[in-house]
């Protein structure tokens, strides 16, 4: 561990060396060894090794529905950016191991939460929208769920909101359209998401 420690903390920029070492302990280790390693890991005062932790969780929560919760309770109390990044992208791990139609009961629950940061590790993590299966097919469901939180009172997650539904306007423009037509942009919040969706591609 302590080889480990000394590896991920002398990492300054970029999360791909805390998912190759993540990849590396979910692979040598079974489900159970590797959740009780993330746990340890997420206790750690150092950024670099919760976000391998949380990778890890990753790549193990289809295995185990009880690391969504670990997941959830992270993105609730961890303050670190790059922890916040690596939870959206351990959610979209998730879902892509899970199915993307089969996780839309826990894309809405997560989409439900009262903490901006567990709804914006799915509206950031699932980003292109379009680009995931099921979300491909059914670009309205994705405008749908995204737009729930265009009136947040986090700007953090409504400006997450504005650019996912942006990228989605760059094939279904006319889709995202139809939904923004229904905003009543005298709410300064929805017109800040708004302002975000016609920003230039």
């Not at 916040?84 to 892509?96: G, V």
């Not at 017109?191 to 975000?196: E, P, R």
Request: glycine share 4%.
């Amino acid at each position: 561990m302590q080889a480990l420690i000394k590896k991920l903390t002398a990492v300054e920029h970029g999360f791909k060396p805390f998912e190759l070492e993540a990849q590396k302990i979910v692979d040598s280790n079974t489900l159970p060894e590797s959740k009780a390693i993330a746990v340890e890991l997420l206790q750690s005062e150092f950024y670099q090794l919760r976000c391998c932790a949380v990778f890890i969780l990753g790549f193990i929560a289809a295995g185990d529905r009880s690391v969504l919760l670990l997941l959830k309770k992270t993105a609730r109390s961890d303050e670190s950016w790059q922890v916040q990044e690596i939870i959206a992208k351990a959610f979209d791990q998730y879902c892509k191991d899970n199915g993307y139609e089969s996780s839309l009961p826990e894309i809405e629950a997560w989409l439900d939460a009262e903490h901006p940061n567990v709804c914006r590790a799915v509206t950031e993590g699932l980003r292109i929208w379009t680009g995931r299966p099921y979300f491909k097919a059914h670009p309205e469901v994705a405008i749908q769920l995204l737009s729930r939180h265009k009136a947040s009172d986090s700007e953090y997650l409504r400006k997450s909101v504005g650019n996912a539904l942006r990228d989605i306007s760059k094939k279904y423009g006319a889709l995202v359209t139809k939904e923004t037509e229904t905003w009543d942009l005298k709410d300064k919040r929805i017109a800040f998401t708004y302002d975000y969706v016609l920003r230039k591609h």
